[in-house]
């Protein structure tokens, strides 16, 4: 029995006997009145009829006739005049009047006055002894409405005291659920905190889980810092602090490869014959003079929102920069910043500065070789070198059919889903990835969009994605791919993830269009998985919040793809109660052979872990990767390196795998 309904039960078992009685002794003090009220109406009505008959100077038979005339008057019950001597000269009686009130009442409650008596007389002589009863039917009548006036009362303030105790009570428990709440939200890994209540009792409680869940988000708090510390040490330089080269090339790619992305500029950075430098200062000096060489790198990533700085090798270093059109005005500053430090005048070093702007579509082979050519330039011209990038120009025309096209598509229904297996350590399938591919005419030489269809092959999302998200056609696309998914779903039962952009989650209406057709598609909501990519700073938090809560109630589970990047965002992407966590290949390669990359990768997985959270490991292509991350705990993996062969009746072409979400 619960602690509310037992004090529950203890109000009511002091509250009833305390009314009961309190009913019972206002009864009997009523009666108790109505009784001498009786007693003194008997003796005032003998009284009077004892004067009206000794005006009858001792005639037996007026005296009767008077007494018979007061008796049909209906007051009296019974009238009896005796003699001295006892006898009864007459006497007068009839049925007492039933009251109006339940016979278990008048029994319960009998009332009993004595008679009135009063002596008749003619003249000096004393005639008899007269004695009357009155009718007492009025007694009970009006001793029950006394009851039924007073139990109303009772029970109108009973009704009063109970709604002031359950109103009392369920202000007392509303802490205690909060409580309850929240221990339960601490069991399922979220750190809610509790507003404190009013009650000195319970807001003592409360203090205590509110102290402990913020003890807790410290707790993970500084163990993200750790695994962020240790994914520095993991992809960084030990001697400059910069991004080794394959972080560097990766994010690169990242940057080159987003269609949303404004176009870039890369700067590579090299010291002159660093060997004699080496030679002439030392391997200490020299290292101290390649840090600071990266302390004017940094600079610029710590100012510049998207930057980044990586060492390539020995003395190459390389900057790439987030924006178009201000690469030779960078590429002049570092050249003088850098021949200008007391370090590099000491040991007699020169720098070359290179670089290309207006990056947007190349790959990052491409993009490091454009640069690197202009950085040979550089150092036969002694001056800061940077050629423009070569772009694909679109006319305007061009550019209006396809995004038709990417519309027209849509309309049509020229879309499907590719499919990627997301595997356990048992090789148990956890969903299928799922980015979208749509189908286009194949254009014509002028520009224009053919009508031939199959003609056509359905294309990846890296040839119309940019268009599609200038055009504002993203919650058109990811629409389309929910719908596609809980097709497929429904079909053959096979769970399925599939990607939501910012823009679409930040469009109004877009989270309720979602949770609709959720709802009509209930069976398939449960076997849906609907990721977004890692962000440290989202662009609309509230519109995240709001959709999780939405989908999640509708079954469907939420992840977060591509990350990695900032360990830190996971608590923050924790509290919108997602699911999983897919962490980004460039974070994990190399794993089996560094041991600097394993020791974050697990630090990282238990901290996932410990938010309660499924770590995913996408695009593994390395075996030998592949089998460290599952000795490190991973819960699934995604790339060329997952088997299919332990996906029965997968029926999935050889060699897919390893590419996530739209991007595929």
């Known amino acids: 029995m619960t602690m509310t309904r037992r004090l529950a039960l203890l109000i009511a078992a002091v509250l009833l006997p305390a009314l009961l009685g309190s009913l019972w002794l206002h009864t009997l003090a009523a009666r108790d009145a109505l009784v001498l009220e009786q007693e003194t109406r008997n003796q005032d009505a003998a009284t009077a009829l004892a004067l009206a008959l000794s005006q009858q100077r001792?005639?037996?038979?007026?005296?009767?006739?008077?007494?018979?005339?007061?008796?049909?008057?209906?007051?009296?019950?019974?009238?009896?005049?005796?003699?001295?001597?006892?006898?009864?000269?007459?006497?007068?009686?009839?049925?007492?009047?039933?009251?109006?009130?339940?016979?278990?009442?008048?029994?319960?409650?009998p009332i009993t006055a004595p008679p009135g008596r009063a002596a008749v007389s003619a003249g000096w002589r004393e005639l008899g002894m007269l004695e009357v009863v009155s009718q007492s039917g009025w007694v009970h009548a009006a001793l029950w409405a006394a009851a039924v006036r007073t139990a109303t009362f009772l029970a109108v303030l009973a009704g009063l005291a109970l709604a002031l105790t359950a109103w009392l009570l369920q202000g007392w428990q509303r802490p205690l659920r909060a409580t309850v709440a929240q221990a339960r939200a601490i069991e399922a890994g979220h750190f809610d905190l509790a507003r404190e209540p009013t009650q000195p009792e319970l807001r003592e409680l409360?203090?205590?889980?509110?102290?402990?869940?913020?003890?807790?988000?410290?707790?993970?708090?500084?163990?993200?810092?750790?695994?962020?510390?240790?994914?520095?040490?993991?992809?960084?330089?030990?001697?400059?602090?910069?991004?080794?080269?394959?972080?560097?090339?990766?994010?690169?790619?990242?940057?080159?490869?987003?269609?949303?992305?404004?176009?870039?500029?890369?700067?590579?950075?090299?010291?002159?014959?660093?060997?004699?430098?080496?030679?002439?200062?030392?391997?200490?000096?020299?290292?101290?003079?390649?840090?600071?060489?990266?302390?004017?790198?940094?600079?610029?990533?710590d100012r510049v929102a998207g930057a980044a700085a990586g060492r390539l090798n020995g003395g190459d270093f390389a900057l790439l920069l987030p924006a178009a059109g201000v690469a030779q005005e960078t590429a002049q500053a570092l050249a003088l910043a850098l021949n200008a430090s007391p370090l590099a005048r000491a040991g007699s070093a020169r720098y070359a500065v290179g670089g290309v702007d207006g990056l947007r579509g190349q790959g990052a082979g491409a993009a490091l070789a454009a640069a690197d050519a202009a950085l040979a330039e550089a150092e036969v011209a002694d001056a800061p070198v940077v050629e423009e990038a070569e772009r694909r120009a679109q006319d305007t025309a061009g550019a209006r059919a396809w995004r038709s096209q990417i519309a027209s598509a849509l309309e049509q229904g020229r879309a499907r889903l590719a499919e990627f297996p997301v595997v356990d350590p048992q090789g148990r399938l956890i969903h299928m990835e799922c980015p979208l591919r749509v189908q286009f005419g194949a254009p014509s030489g002028d520009g224009d969009l053919g009508d031939d269809e199959s003609a056509a092959d359905y294309r990846p999302?890296?040839?119309?994605?940019?268009?599609?998200?200038r055009s504002r056609l993203m919650p058109r696309v990811d629409l389309a791919a929910l719908d596609l998914a809980l097709a497929a779903i429904a079909a053959d039962g096979r769970p399925r993830a599939v990607h939501?952009?910012?823009?679409?989650?930040?469009?109004?209406?877009?989270?309720?269009?979602?949770?609709?057709?959720?709802?009509?598609?209930?069976?398939?909501?449960?076997?849906?998985?609907?990721?977004?990519?890692?962000?440290?700073?989202?662009?609309?938090?509230?519109?995240?919040?709001?959709?999780?809560?939405?989908?999640?109630?509708?079954?469907?589970?939420?992840?977060?793809?591509?990350?990695?990047?900032?360990?830190?965002?996971?608590?923050?992407?924790?509290?919108t109660r997602i699911d999983y966590v897919k962490i980004d290949a460039r974070h994990l390669q190399g794993v089996a052979t560094d041991e600097a990359v394993r020791g974050y990768a697990a630090s990282l997985v238990a901290l996932v872990h410990g938010l309660g959270l499924q770590a995913l490991a996408e695009g593994i292509g390395d075996a030998e990767d592949l089998a460290m991350l599952w000795q490190l705990g991973f819960d699934g993996a995604t790339g060329q390196a997952v088997s299919l062969g332990v996906l029965p009746n997968a029926g999935l072409p050889e060699g897919r795998g390893g590419l996530n979400g739209l991007a595929g």
């Open 500 to 575: 939501v952009s910012q823009a679409s989650l930040a469009e109004p209406g877009f989270v309720d269009i979602v949770a609709q057709r959720l709802g009509q598609a209930a069976a398939a909501a449960q076997a849906l998985s609907i990721e977004w990519v890692e962000s440290p700073q989202p662009a609309d938090g509230s519109a995240l919040r709001l959709a999780a809560e939405s989908w999640r109630a509708l079954g469907a589970k939420l992840g977060v793809e591509h990350a990695g990047a900032s360990p830190q965002a996971l608590t923050q992407w924790h509290a």
């Open 461 to 469: 999302a890296r040839d119309w994605l940019a268009l599609a998200q």
């Open 206 to 301: 409360t203090r205590s889980m509110n102290a402990m869940v913020k003890r807790l988000k410290e707790v993970f708090s500084a163990q993200a810092d750790q695994v962020a510390l240790l994914q520095r040490q993991a992809q960084t330089d030990a001697v400059t602090g910069l991004l080794q080269r394959r972080h560097f090339v990766s994010r690169l790619s990242d940057r080159l490869a987003d269609p949303a992305a404004p176009g870039s500029a890369l700067l590579l950075v090299r010291v002159l014959r660093l060997d004699s430098v080496n030679e002439r200062l030392g391997f200490e000096a020299t290292d101290r003079l390649l840090a600071a060489s990266a302390e004017v790198l940094l600079a610029y990533v």
């Open 58 to 109: 001792g005639d037996l038979a007026a005296l009767e006739t008077v007494a018979a005339a007061q008796f049909d008057l209906g007051h009296y019950r019974q009238l009896e005049l005796r003699d001295a001597q006892g006898r009864t000269l007459f006497q007068r009686q009839q049925a007492a009047r039933e009251p109006s009130v339940p016979a278990w009442f008048v029994a319960a409650w």
